[in-house]
């Protein structure tokens, strides 16, 4: 199947600093991607969704100016939490689908983000 | 609002038996429904996809059924082994989205 990376895959920072997430499909070109957030055993909650050369549609309740995402090209797109907190701890997840495709969607293995 | 609601208490089963997690939808007709795995701290992966006009779909010791009328799908894997264990997801077309409901954890005990 295909291959979505992500970068780190764990952070440990200091409350107050921001924080860039990488998500890159490696094997196919995405002109959707999708970041999730989930908190322990609850599910994944979608954030918003990353088209390229386009601004994001961010979810409801989720905040455009903490949560800056650039989809830049067609297999990167990047998350960063701006002045991040203790309460932005969580496991970050994107997903990338392929051109043409309505129902696939491929996942990269998620950043652990602790904010001290 | 559309829910995918899975059952969220962890199902415990001994190795070689069936095991089995339903995941039941409210509130809209899904024309499709999927399935993944999902390890601890680690992405879900794709498992099956089921069509609402197919009654069930499998792929090596999994088997999923989609019931329109009960508006339930069925994820079941056959002689379950330790390595099984893990959280499996359902999830549905929500427009451009997916909702995924919130998993049912599995424990494959040797």
């Known amino acids: 199947g295909a291959v979505v990376s992500q970068h780190p895959s764990w952070v440990i920072c200091k409350s107050g600093t921001s924080v860039k997430i990488e998500c890159r499909s490696l094997?196919?070109?995405?002109?959707?991607m999708f970041w999730y957030r989930q908190f322990p055993k609850q599910s994944l909650m979608l954030m918003a969704t990353?088209?390229?050369?386009?601004?994001?549609?961010?979810e409801q309740g989720v905040e455009k100016d903490k949560f800056l995402i650039n989809h830049a090209s067609l297999t990167l797109s990047t998350l960063t939490v701006t002045s991040a907190h203790p309460e932005d701890s969580s496991f970050y997840i994107c997903?990338?689908?392929?051109?043409?495709?309505?129902?696939?969607?491929?996942f990269g293995p998620g950043t652990r983000l602790t904010v001290l | 609002s559309q829910k995918i609601e899975q059952n969220s208490e962890a199902l415990n089963i001994q190795e070689g038996k069936t095991a089995t997690l339903t995941c039941n939808y409210t509130?809209?007709?899904?024309?499709?429904l999927q399935w993944y795995r999902q390890d601890p701290g680690r992405g879900p992966v794709f498992l099956l996809l089921?069509?609402?006009?197919?009654k069930e779909k499998r792929k090596e010791r999994l088997k999923v059924t989609f019931d329109t009328t009960l508006k339930q799908s069925l994820f079941h894997i056959t002689a379950s082994q330790p390595a099984d264990s893990a959280t499996y997801l359902c999830?549905?077309?929500?427009?451009?989205?997916?909702?995924f409901g919130a998993g049912t954890r599995l424990f494959v005990k040797a």
């Open positions: 997903s990338a689908r392929p051109p043409k495709s309505t129902d696939t969607q491929y």
């Open positions: 094997d196919f070109q995405a002109t959707t």
């Open positions: 990353s088209n390229e050369g386009s601004k994001a549609t961010y």
């Open positions: 509130n809209y007709s899904p024309a499709y």
């Open positions: 089921i069509r609402e006009n197919e």
């Open positions: 999830a549905g077309p929500g427009g451009f989205k997916t909702i």
